[in-house]
């Protein structure tokens, strides 16, 4: 079968090759601990199950939804971002309904630009960022988040002819894979940045709920000026242990909005009603099960980052999001490394290549298992005798 040019050009899908390599090693019967790819591994909490259960049931459920979501769901959205960041939303206009927000993030170029146009991305970043720009047939350009800066682009070091071409950028925060954070002045620099150059801005909020040290991650909205300039993307999946539930909502620039309701309207008649109907469960309900969350990643990146440290191990302690980021040691390139630890110490991680040209000389952890597991995994790694402690 002769497949398009346009399917030929889509990367490698990177965490399905991860998942390949550490399913066979399972199946040898080896005792993995899979800190690889970006899975929750706590359920979802029981009452959105039960509201899923409830809405199962409705009769109603055989029929097409509405093509742009259920209203209760985009009024949802808009109460959540009210009550968590203070930024006032019009539920109808501000608000589309996603399949998880992956889809929406590769949608996008799709919406707002011709093939050809340049977007920016981060590097290192979430490789299925690359997925979008293969499917509108559009070029690319990175930009880098350096050590040094805290993770955060570097405005001033954009090339002039970078910033007059580029018409979209994405930017993430809590970052995955870095587990770096933005603050308010950062976001304040940004909408300055897109004001000044023209570029539309799409804040991908994945890991929205999880910082630490008592700090609440910033919604890129809550900058005045925001909205005039972009979007925000946020996922269900890690707030609220959904991933497998595919729910997610864009919110911000109305005509943005639109362009991905417009596009959206082709291609799919909006989610399941009842997963749309335990979202509003999630959105609304008691948030206990977050801080619950929260509480638990970070007893686990405090756990992870002690034994670390005991080995000779410097790690940067993460500030949010729920992935660690490592130097790897002298000798290995990534890859090598975490295939290293894969065959010798069972611990699967993610090698930083695969987010970027500045992800090599980095692995990524995901904080995806207990605390008695995560030391074992570093105890493991240890007996390498790799670092010197
Ligand atoms: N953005 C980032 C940075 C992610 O890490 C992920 C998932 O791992 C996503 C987006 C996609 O999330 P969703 O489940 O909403 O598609």
């Given at each position: 079968m002769k497949y398009s040019r346009r399917l030929k050009k889509l990367p490698e899908q990177f965490f399905a090759s991860l998942v390949k390599k550490v399913n066979k090693a399972i199946a040898e019967g080896r005792d993995i601990i899979n800190l690889g790819q970006g899975n929750p591994d706590q359920p979802t909490p029981a009452h959105i199950v039960k509201a899923l259960q409830a809405a199962a049931e409705d009769p109603q459920t055989h029929k097409y939804p509405p093509f742009r979501g259920l209203p209760e769901l985009k009024e949802a959205a808009g109460a959540f971002y009210q009550k968590e960041y203070g930024v006032k939303l019009d539920p109808e206009t501000e608000v589309a309904v996603l399949f998880g927000t992956k889809a929406g993030l590769v949608e996008l170029p799709l919406c707002l630009l011709n093939e050809g146009d340049t977007m920016l991305l981060p590097?290192?970043?979430?490789?299925?960022?690359l997925s979008g720009v293969a499917l509108a047939n559009v070029e690319y350009e990175t930009f880098p988040l350096k050590a040094e800066n805290g993770f955060l682009p570097d405005y001033e070091a954009f090339p002039p002819d970078q910033k007059e071409k580029a018409k979209l950028m994405y930017l993430n925060y809590p970052n995955n894979p870095t587990g770096a954070t933005a603050d308010h002045a950062f976001f304040e620099k940004t909408v300055k940045f897109a004001k000044e150059n023209q570029i539309v801005v799409v804040h991908d909020f994945a890991y929205g709920a999880i910082g630490y040290n008592g700090k609440k991650p910033v919604s890129f909205l809550e900058i005045e000026g925001a909205k005039d300039v972009g979007i925000e993307m946020y996922t269900l999946s890690k707030t609220y242990n959904m991933?497998?539930?595919r729910v997610g909502f864009a919110v911000g620039n109305p005509d943005i909005i639109e362009a991905i309701n417009l596009i959206q309207d082709h291609l799919y008649c909006s989610l399941f009603p009842a997963v749309q109907k335990a979202a509003v469960a999630a959105l609304t309900g008691d948030q206990t099960s977050v801080d619950e969350l929260v509480e638990r990643y970070e007893r686990r990146r405090d756990t992870f980052v002690a034994a670390c440290r005991d080995i000779g191990w410097k790690i940067q302690a993460p500030n949010g999001s729920f992935f660690a980021w490592l130097p790897v040691p002298e000798g290995f390139t990534s890859e090598e490394f975490a295939d290293f630890l894969l065959e010798k110490a069972d611990v699967a991680v993610a090698a930083g290549k695969g987010f970027g040209k500045h992800g090599e000389g980095y692995i990524r952890v995901g904080l995806l298992v207990d605390g008695e597991r995560l030391k074992e995994a570093v105890n493991r790694i240890g007996k390498l005798n790799l670092f010197k402690s």
């Open positions: 590097d290192p970043g979430y490789p299925d960022y991933a497998g539930w």
